[in-house]
C-alpha cells in the first residue's frame, strides 16, 4: 500500500531547522572552513580551538583527502584530544562529501554530538578543494571560506560560490602581500562588491596566531543561535 | 514497481554510498582491479556473493515487523563475519535511515535500530515507499556493484562510459540474483572479499570508507 | 547410496565420555580410537555423484567429543547425469566438539556439496576445520560448494556459503584457488577465547562472539593449512582433542 504522501502539512521532524537536544536546546554550532588547498584551513581551524578552546566546549570533523594528515596535525597543534577530532574518508569526493551527499560528514558530528553532549561548536574542515566548493546548509550553520594572498589578488574579483555566498570570506596570509605582489585594498574592494554586505576578514596567522578577528565573527554566530 | 525503486537505486540518493568502494579501492591496490575486465570480473563476483545475500536480507526486510527485522539484522551479522564490512554496511544503514525517515515517512523505520546493516534499511526503506520485496532485491543487487563500479572509475581514472557500459552489461545477472533472493536468505560469501576489507580498513591512506 | 552416521556423547561416571549411540549405515563406518574420539571409515571408493552422507553429532553437556577420518575422501562425477554428492553434518552441543576430518578431493566433473549446522547451548565449545582441494595431481578441478551455520542459543553466530571450483560465481580469475581450508571456532563469549582480526597472504582470521573463522587458499593444500593453522590461535585447537 502506498504511504501518505500529503506534503502540504508535513513537518520533517529531521530536518535540521529542527534539531534540538533531549533538554531542547539547539545543538551545537557547526561551522564549516572551505577553501582551496594550501590557504590555510587547518591552520585556522588549529587557531580557533585554542582561542575558543577554553571558553566553549569545541570539536572538529576532517576531510582530509586521502590521509589523516590534517586531524594528525591538529591533535599537535590545536591542543584538541583524540575524542574530539573525526577525520572522514571522502571517496576521492571532497566536494561531494559537503554539499551532495553530506551523509559521512552527519555522522562524524553525530559522533562528536554524542560523546559530548555539552557540545557548543563543531568545525568542519573541508578538504582542499577549488572556487566552487561550498557546504551544504544541511550540514553546517554557517560557513568560513579561506583563500589567501598568495593565490593572487584577482582571486575575489573571480568570485565563485566560496568567495560571493560564504558567511564569511577569510583573506589569509596578508604578511606575504609584498612578497607576491598582491594588492590588499583591491582584495578588500573586491570582495565587498561581490558578497552582498557579508563580512570579509584579512587577517595573517602569522602575526595573529590566535585568529582574534575570525574568532570574534564565531562568538558572535554562537550567542546569535543561543538568543534564538 | 513505482519510481521510488529508480530513487531508492540512485547514486545520487544522499546516504553515504559515495564514501564506499566495496572492496574496489583495495583490490586495486592488490592488483586484482586494473581495467575494465578485471573491473567486470570483480563486479560479478561481488554481485553473486555479497549482493546476492544484501538482495535476500533486503526482501525479506520489506514489510517486516520490527521482532523479524530484529532477527534478520542477526541473519545479517551471521553473514558478515568482517567487522570492517560489517561496520561499512551498519554506516551506510545509518545513512539510508537518515533519508529515508524523510523521503518515506513511515512508522516503519521506528522499528529498527540505530544502526541497522544496509540492506535492512534497504528493506523498510522499499516498504515505506510502496514497494515489493523483489523491487528491494533488485535495489540491492544494483547498489552492489554500482558503488563499486564508481570507485574504481574515480580511482583507476577510467573512462566513464565505459564503465557504465561494464555496468549496464552486468544488467542480466543483477537481474537474475534479485530473481533468486527473493524467499530465500542466501549466505554467499567470498573470503576474498573478507582480506580486502580488512587489509583496507588497516590502512591510514585511503580514499574511502570501507 | 545412502549413508547414515549417528553419535550421542554424553557424560560418563568419573568425568568420562560414554558413547550410548554409535549408528553407521552406508559408506561409512565409526571406530572408536580413544577415551573420547572416533576415526569416520570409508567402507567404499566415493563419495560418488548422487551420494548422500547424514552425520548427526550430539554431545551432552559435560561431554567431550573428537570426530576424525583416517583418510582424504575424494568425491567423483556420477557415471550418468550430473547429479552433486552431499554431506550434512548436524551437530547439537552442548558440550565440546572437535570435528577435524581429513581433506575432501573433489575429481573433476564431480559437484560435492557439503554443510555443517551447528545447535550451540550457552556453554558449548565447537571447533571444526574444512580442508578442500579441487582436482586430483594433475587434473582439473571439480567443484565444492560448503555451507556453515553456527547458532548459538538459538542465535545465528556464523552462516556463510563458500562456492569454489567451475560454476560457482565468485570462484573467478585471478582469484579461483584449488586449495581451501577453514577453521572455526566458537566457545562461549569470554575473553579467553576473543580473538582479534588478523590478516596474512591469501588467508584472514575474523572474530566471532567468543571464537574466530580462519579462512586460506591458494594452490597447494599443505601450504593453505598451514595458513589457517598460522593465524588460528593454538590453545584452542587442543582444548577438545
Redesign the interface.
Known amino acids: 500500500m502506498p504511504p501518505d504522501h500529503n506534503l502540504d502539512d508535513y513537518v520533517d521532524p529531521y530536518a535540521p531547522g529542527h534539531r534540538h537536544s533531549a533538554d531542547g536546546k539547539p545543538g551545537p554550532l557547526r561551522v564549516g572552513l572551505g577553501g582551496p588547498v594550501g590557504s590555510g584551513k587547518t591552520a585556522l581551524a588549529a587557531a580557533l580551538c585554542r582561542t575558543l578552546g577554553a571558553e566553549y566546549d569545541l570539536a572538529v570533523v576532517t576531510n582530509d583527502i586521502y590521509t589523516t594528515e590534517d586531524a594528525d596535525f591538529l591533535r599537535r597543534n590545536a591542543v584538541l584530544p583524540d575524542d574530539r577530532i573525526e577525520a572522514v574518508q571522502t571517496g576521492c569526493c571532497p566536494h561531494t562529501a559537503i554539499r551532495d551527499d553530506i551523509t559521512a560528514n552527519l555522522d562524524a558530528v553525530e559522533l562528536l554530538e554524542s560523546r559530548h553532549p555539552g557540545l557548543e561548536l563543531v568545525l568542519v574542515e573541508s578538504g582542499g578543494d577549488n572556487l566552487t566548493a561550498s557546504f551544504s546548509y544541511g550540514l553546517v550553520d554557517a560557513q568560513i571560506f579561506v583563500i589567501d594572498v598568495a593565490g593572487g589578488d584577482k582571486v575575489p574579483r573571480k568570485g565563485g560560490p566560496g568567495v560571493t555566498a560564504a558567511d564569511l570570506l577569510v583573506v589569509n596570509k596578508t604578511d606575504l602581500a609584498p612578497m607576491v605582489g598582491a594588492d590588499l585594498d583591491v582584495m578588500r574592494r573586491d570582495s565587498a562588491a561581490v558578497r552582498n554586505g557579508k563580512p570579509t576578514h584579512l587577517i595573517s596567522l602569522r602575526e595573529d596566531p590566535s585568529a582574534a578577528t575570525v574568532a570574534e565573527w564565531v562568538r558572535e554566530q554562537i550567542r546569535a543561535r543561543v538568543l534564538v | 514497481m513505482t519510481s521510488a525503486l529508480l530513487t531508492l537505486a540512485d547514486s545520487r540518493l544522499p546516504a553515504g554510498g559515495h564514501t564506499h568502494s566495496g572492496g574496489v579501492e583495495q583490490a586495486i591496490a592488490a592488483g ?1 582491479v586494473h581495467d575494465p575486465g ?1 573491473l567486470a ?1 570483480f563486479l ?2 561481488r ?3 555479497s549482493g546476492l545475500v544484501a538482495a535476500g536480507l533486503a526482501a525479506a526486510a520489506c514489510g517486516a515487523a520490527a521482532e523479524r527485522l530484529a532477527a534478520l539484522d ?2 545479517a ?3 558478515t ?4 564490512s560489517r561496520t561499512a554496511s551498519r554506516q551506510q544503514g545509518r545513512g539510508l535511515v537518515r533519508v529515508g525517515r524523510r523521503a518515506w515517512p513511515s512508522p516503519l523505520w521506528d522499528a529498527l535500530t540505530d544502526r541497522p546493516h544496509h540492506p535492512i534499511a534497504l528493506g523498510v526503506a522499499a516498504g515505506a515507499g510502496g514497494l515489493a520485496p523483489r523491487d528491494a532485491a533488485s535495489a540491492a543487487a544494483y547498489l552492489s556493484i554500482s558503488g563499486p563500479a564508481t570507485a574504481a572509475q574515480r580511482l583507476l581514472a577510467m573512462d566513464p562510459l565505459t564503465v557504465a557500459a561494464v555496468t549496464a552489461r552486468l544488467s542480466p545477472d543483477v537481474d537474475d540474483v534479485a530473481e533468486r533472493a527473493v524467499g530465500e536468505l ?7 572479499l ?2 580486502l576489507a ?2 583496507h580498513a ?1 590502512r591510514k591512506d585511503r580514499f574511502f570508507a570501507s | 547410496m545412502r549413508t547414515v552416521v549417528q553419535i550421542v556423547a554424553r557424560p560418563g561416571p568419573g568425568g568420562r565420555t560414554v558413547l550410548p549411540v554409535v549408528r553407521a549405515g552406508g559408506q561409512l563406518a565409526v571406530r572408536r580410537t580413544g577415551a573420547a574420539s572416533v576415526h569416520l571409515v570409508a567402507t567404499a571408493f566415493g563419495p560418488l555423484g548422487g551420494d548422500d552422507a547424514e552425520i548427526s553429532l550430539v554431545v551432552e553437556e559435560g561431554a567431550r567429543l573428537a570426530v576424525r577420518s583416517v583418510a582424504a575422501a575424494i568425491a567423483l562425477p556420477s557415471r550418468g547425469e550430473p547429479l552433486p554428492s552431499a554431506q550434512r553434518i548436524r551437530a547439537t552441543v552442548a558440550g565440546a566438539l572437535d570435528l577435524r576430518l581429513e581433506p575432501t578431493v573433489v575429481a573433476v566433473r564431480a559437484h560435492h556439496q557439503a554443510e555443517l549446522t551447528a545447535h550451540l547451548a550457552d556453554g558449548a565449545v565447537l571447533t571444526a576445520t574444512e580442508q578442500v582441494l579441487l582436482g586430483r595431481s594433475g587434473e582439473e578441478p571439480g567443484r565444492w560448494t560448503g ?1 556453515t ?2 547458532e548459538r542459543a538459538g ?9 569454489l571450483g567451475p560454476g560457482e ?2 570462484w ?4 579461483a584457488p584449488r586449495a581451501y581450508a ?1 577453521t572455526v571456532h566458537s566457545a562461549a563469549e569470554g575473553p579467553a577465547d576473543d580473538a582479534e ?1 588478523a ?1 596474512g597472504e ?3 582470521r ?3 562472539p567468543g571464537g574466530w ?1 580462519t ?1 586460506a ?1 591458494g594452490t597447494e593444500l599443505h601450504r593453505v593449512v598451514g595458513a589457517v593453522d598460522a593465524l588460528s590461535p593454538a590453545a584452542d585447537l587442543r582444548g577438545t582433542a
Open positions: 586484482i578485471s570480473t560479478r563476483r554481485l553473486a556473493t542477526d541473519e551479522d551471521a553473514r563475519p568482517s567487522p570492517a542466501p549466505a554467499a560469501t567470498d573470503p576474498l573478507d582480506l580488512e587489509v588497516a | 555451507t551455520r553456527i542465535r545465528p553466530v556464523l552462516h556463510t556459503t563458500v562456492g560465481p565468485a573467478l580469475p585471478p582469484v577453514s582480526v590478516t591469501d588467508a584472514v575474523l572474530p566471532l573463522v579462512t587458499w
